[in-house]
Structures are given as structure tokens and as C-alpha cells.
């Protein structure tokens, strides 16, 4: 028994500190709340007041003949009771409606929110179609908890009691007793019972996120499948996910099924000794037909929602497992976070400098080691190297995407470490190698740069770009979707559109990681020109792999296994004949080579 306690009170902590989340978004509205509250109260009034009123009607007419009346103010009052039950019902929810769905947006809103305040090193590791289906069947979860708890749980307790109070003032505690004890059965055996099935609840929801995580991936990657034909290859591996699912699915259906047999039971053997008993009193002349009448509606009046109010636990104790994992991702801690005394950076001809940087993603694989070298104002500085040498991981640094664990980067003279990241990421504008776009219009993702821009701004983006003709020549023009990631464009169309997207930025520091690799030699000397044309009067870190881009940089850096080994201009470097002499002439000869075969 002991074993299980810290278990039990982990979940129900869990539990309470769900339902807290949700207070402060609940009192926004606190006239709402109360104003639906009492219409509740109202209409639970209205609903134990309907049998006080049938039992008045059937003893009024169980007279003799001679001295029988139509109760006509009875009549009446039972059919406006009737109405007040359903008519306060509907307006509590119509009243509520706006409060459930408020805290609905502002949660979601505020996962979807704190997503993005989390580390590149988050993103990397997360599983894109598990996140979002743990947001979908949150906010979900959100609707039922709110609405249920607090509109079929309170309701139905309030109906008891009401209900247990006048049998036990008007009639034989027996009654009370029977039903109490009823009740007991009923809630002990749903209690039980729901905590064994949350086992399978929780595995399905596992292995649903799981299935679905896989498909995207999947569908995300639909021109790899189809280049190694690995079609059923995929499909044996979500159906592996959906098997367990299915298996976990079948227990708790068959669960349920056993759970609503017994709790059928407890309810029918509850109603049968409460009716023998009614019965018994009639017999003897102690109750009337009214007080048999009256008993029995308040029976099925009860036992009804009883009987949904196991339901509706377990919906709630479900709701709360897939809050559960919602919540769980409002709890992952910030890795990159604003100093609160954060100031706004100085990006006004910046400086930048790296100073002894170590840094390694993982604590048993370090990248960087011992890295400094200066970016002057209005300079461009080339960094190159083979692959896995370190260059991306400065550029990742620089945008605080990590925070380096030894040594600093400053920018005019202020830690990055110091200013908010809204500012210093404001300041900065990159050119990827790898473009990823939204699935939307060509003119979106470019004036993602700068939401605010004009249309006329956005078109010069693209000119300057040396992509505006393209855009032009489609059917849609600006308003062409890209797709998925932008797989609808080739490679160098997707370039263009980032180097776009930078322009209209209009940042003070520019970083561009190898923005030419997916052009031609045509398409690269028109780019590189431009690129050059924007870079000047501003501060540049060029990462590349073609040598003959960056002949021109003010420096040039050259890295291997995390290490800068030289350092100074082209023709410093060519004059020094060492690794990157080797790599020029290396290229060098490759272009010759493929000059020759295309002759």
C-alpha cells in the first residue's frame, strides 16, 4: 500500500494543479461565472421542485369523485417549473460559453507562444506531430473539463443533497439511508474502476501522439520515401504505433462496458429496495399514491444524472491525462532566457567580437574550442571550412540560439548574454542554406522579413533579389503557394526568396551560410553581385564553401574540428600556402575539370 501513495499523490497534485491553471482564466469573467452559478442553483431549485409538485397533483386527483377538482394552478406551476429546468439550463450555457471558450484561446494561445520562447535544442528534439496533437486534445480537454466540472458535477451533488434533505424531513430515514448507501457503491466502484482504465487511456494517448509524430515525419518526407521505395516499409510502422493503440483502445472499451454493467447494477438494486420499500408504506397507509409518485420521480430524477455523472468522471479524469501532456510543455523550462535587468542592444554601426568561445551541444561532444577573432563595423567577415568544422554553429551563437559555455560574444562591446533577444535577433538578418518557407504565397514569406513592409517595399525585395521576373511570370505571381516547406520551388527559387526576405529586413548585421550553394554559375555571379550591394556599410559574417565567393571578404577565417588554424585576407592566405592554399587550389582545378567536360 505504501508503494502506492506517492503515486496517488503525484497524480492527484498533478490534478489539483491542472484545475488551478485554469482558475485565474475562469475569474476573468467572474460575473459570468457567478451569473451562471446562480442559474445553476436556479434550475436545480426548479428541477427537486417538479415531484413536490406531481405528488400534490396525483393526491388532488386521487379523491373521490364527489369532491374532485382540476388543479389548474398545479398544472400550471408543474409545466413552469418544467420550463424554468431547461430554460436556466440553456441560459447558464449560453452565459458560460464565451468563458470557455476565452481560457480555450488564451491557454492554446500561451502553449503556441511558449514554443517559441523555447531553445533551438528543444526544437531539434521534439516531435512535431506529437506536440501538436498534445495541444489538440488539451485545449480539448479544456471545453469538457470547464463545462462538465463545473455544470454536471455541482449540479448533480447539489441534487442529492437537496433531494436526501426532504426524504429524511418528510419520510423514513431508510430512504436517505438506502440511497446513501447507493451512492457509496456506485461512486467507490466508479472510482476504482476509472483509475485502473486511465492505464489504457494513457497508452492510447501515448501511441497516438506516437502514430501521428510518425506520419507527418512521414508525409514531411514523402520525395525520400518515394526515391528509396519505402512505401510499405512506413506503413508497417505506423500500423505498429495503431496496433497498440488498438489493443489499448479494445481494453478500455471492454472496461467501460464492465464499468457501466456494475454501476447498472448498484442503480437498479438502489431503486428496487426503495421501491419495495415506498410500497410497503403505501400499503400500510403511512404514504400516499403522491409520496410513491413522488419518490420514484425523485429516483430516475437522481439516478440519472448519477449514472452520467460516472461518465462524466471519467471524461474529466481523461480530460485531465490529455491536459496533462498540454501542460507538461507549459512547464518545459526556457534553456535561453532574458536577463531581468535585459537591455535593448546598441546595433548602430556594430562590432562584433568573439572572445575564447567554447561551446559543444551535447557536454561529451564539444564543437568550438577556444574561438576568438573580431568583426570590425561595416566589414565582411568570411569563414570557411570543411563540413562539421564549426562554421553554422557560430551563426547559431551569434543569434543566441545557445548560450556558449565558456568565453563571451559581445556586439559593441555589450554580451549578447546582457540584451534581449528581441533586439539583438531585430538587428540580424540571415540568408540560411538550407531555406525552409511557409506553405503560403510567395509574397507572405517574403514579407515575413518585415510584416509591416509596403507592397512597392516587397516588390523591390524581390528585384533586388533577382526574382521578381520569375514571380511575374507564374500564374498566381505573388500569390503562388510554395508548399510544404517550400518544395514546390527548386532550390534556387528558395534561395532567392530568403535573400528577399533579408533585403526587406534591412538588418545592421547580415550573416549569410553559403546563400549561393543552391545556384548556378549564372544565377550566383548576379546574387553574389547583389549580395554585395547589400552588405556594404553593414556588418557581415559570410560562412562558405566556394572560396571563389569570398575571395574579397576584409578576412577570412579558416576552421577545422572547431578550431580557427588561419586567419587574414586572400591573398594572405593563398601567400601562406597552407590549408586553405590546398583547398583554392583544390576548387580551382574541379572548376577547370568541369569547365572541360561541359565543352
Known sequence: MQTNNPKEFTSTHKNLKTITTLLPYLWEFKTRVILALSLLVLAKLASVSVPLVLKDIVDALNQPRAMLMLPVLLLVGYGLLRLCTT?????????????????????????????????????????????????????????????????????????????????????????????????????ALTLVVTEWRMIFRRTMNTMDSKANTQAIDSLLNYETVKYFGNEAWE???????????EKAAIRNQVSLAALNSGQSAIIAVGITLLMFLAADHVIEGTM????????????????????????????????????????????????????????????????????????????????????????????????????????????????????????????????????????????????????????????????????????????????????????????????????????KLSGGEK??????RTILKNPAILIFDEATSALDSSSEKQIQAELKRIAKNRTTLTIAHRLSTIADADQILVMENGRIIEQGTHSQLLAANQTYARMWALQQQEQSEHVQQNT
Open 495 to 500: 534561395q532567392r526568396v530568403a535573400i528577399a
Open 87 to 187: 430554460l436556466f439550463g440553456e441560459l447558464r450555457d449560453a452565459i458560460f460559453a464565451k468563458v470557455t471558450q476565452r481560457a480555450i484561446r488564451r491557454i492554446a494561445n500561451k502553449v503556441f507562444g511558449h514554443l517559441h520562447t523555447l531553445s533551438l535544442r528543444f526544437h531539434l528534439e521534439r516531435q512535431t506531430g506529437g506536440v501538436s496533437r498534445d495541444i489538440e486534445r488539451g485545449t480539448r480537454g479544456i471545453s469538457f473539463l470547464l463545462n462538465f466540472m463545473l455544470f454536471n458535477i455541482l449540479p448533480t451533488i447539489l441534487e442529492i443533497s437537496l433531494v436526501m434533505a426532504i426524504l429524511i424531513n418528510q419520510y423514513d430515514i431508510r430512504f436517505a439511508g438506502i440511497i446513501f448507501i447507493t451512492l457509496l457503491a456506485y461512486i
Open 235 to 245: 506503413s508497417r510502422r505506423y500500423d505498429e504505433n495503431l496496433q497498440t493503440w
Open 288 to 487: 400516499t399514491i403522491g409520496d410513491l409518485v413522488l419518490i420514484n420521480a425523485y429516483l430516475l430524477q437522481l439516478y440519472m444524472p448519477l449514472h452520467f455523472l460516472g461518465f462524466v468522471y471519467r471524461e474529466i479524469r481523461h480530460s485531465l491525462a490529455d491536459m496533462e501532456r498540454m501542460f507538461y510543455l507549459l512547464d518545459e523550462n526556457r534553456e535561453i532566457q532574458d536577463k531581468p535587468n535585459a537591455r535593448t542592444l546598441d546595433a548602430h554601426n556594430p562590432a562584433i567580437r568573439f572572445d575564447h568561445v567554447n561551446f559543444g551541444y551535447d557536454a561529451n561532444r564539444q564543437i568550438l574550442f577556444d574561438v576568438s577573432f573580431n568583426i570590425p563595423a561595416n566589414q565582411n567577415i568570411a569563414v570557411v571550412g570543411q563540413s562539421g568544422s564549426g562554421k553554422s554553429t557560430l551563426a547559431r551563437l551569434l543569434f543566441r540560439f545557445y548560450d556558449v559555455q565558456s568565453g563571451s560574444i559581445h556586439i559593441n562591446n555589450q554580451d549578447v548574454r546582457d540584451v534581449t533577444q528581441h533586439s539583438l535577433r531585430a538587428a540580424m538578418g540571415i540568408v540560411p542554406q538550407d531555406t525552409v518557407l511557409f506553405n503560403d504565397s510567395i509574397y507572405y514569406n517574403i514579407a515575413y522579413g518585415r510584416p509591416d513592409a509596403t507592397t512597392e517595399e516587397v516588390y523591390a525585395a524581390a528585384k533586388s533579389a533577382h526574382i521578381h521576373d520569375f514571380i511575374e511570370s507564374l500564374p498566381g505571381k505573388y500569390e503562388t503557394i510554395v508548399g510544404e516547406r517550400g518544395l
